[in-house]
Nanobody, 124 residues
């Protein structure tokens, strides 16, 4: 079992930045790819970013490419999402997850363990 706790969300103006953290406990996450997803009100949860076990490979949704950066510190069992140039359409609950499956990294069912999420609100 892996427990994930996200933090760092909040209210920010358009163009602002936030850094989300995802702290894992119960088991090391260094053997797993890690992802960030988000869910806006009235919408389905969508893929945001994914990082490989070593951190050497990263993948992003087109909507955040160039603005968001995913990273990890395996020594701290923590994954991060640096978000810059935020837009109102980035408003959502952001959750991190552990990819146990070996299929497409953008599919939710490839991820087994999920955090509760942290709210990000971008005002216009």
């Amino acid at each position: 079992q892996v427990q994930l706790v996200e933090s760092g969300g909040g209210l920010v103006q358009t163009g602002g930045s936030l850094r989300l953290s995802c702290a894992a406990s119960g088991r090391t996450i260094s053997n797993f790819g890690m992802g960030w997803f988000r869910q806006a009100p009235g919408k389905e949860r969508e893929f945001v970013a994914r990082i490989s076990r070593s951190g050497g490979s990263t993948y992003y949704a087109d909507s955040v490419k160039g603005r968001f950066t995913i990273s990890r510190d395996n020594a701290k069992n923590t994954v991060y999402l640096q978000m810059s140039n935020l837009k109102p359409e980035d408003t959502a609950v952001y959750s991190c997850a552990v990819q146990v499956g070996s299929g497409s990294y953008s599919l939710q069912w490839q991820y087994t363990y999920w955090g509760q999420g942290t709210q990000v609100t971008v005002s216009s």
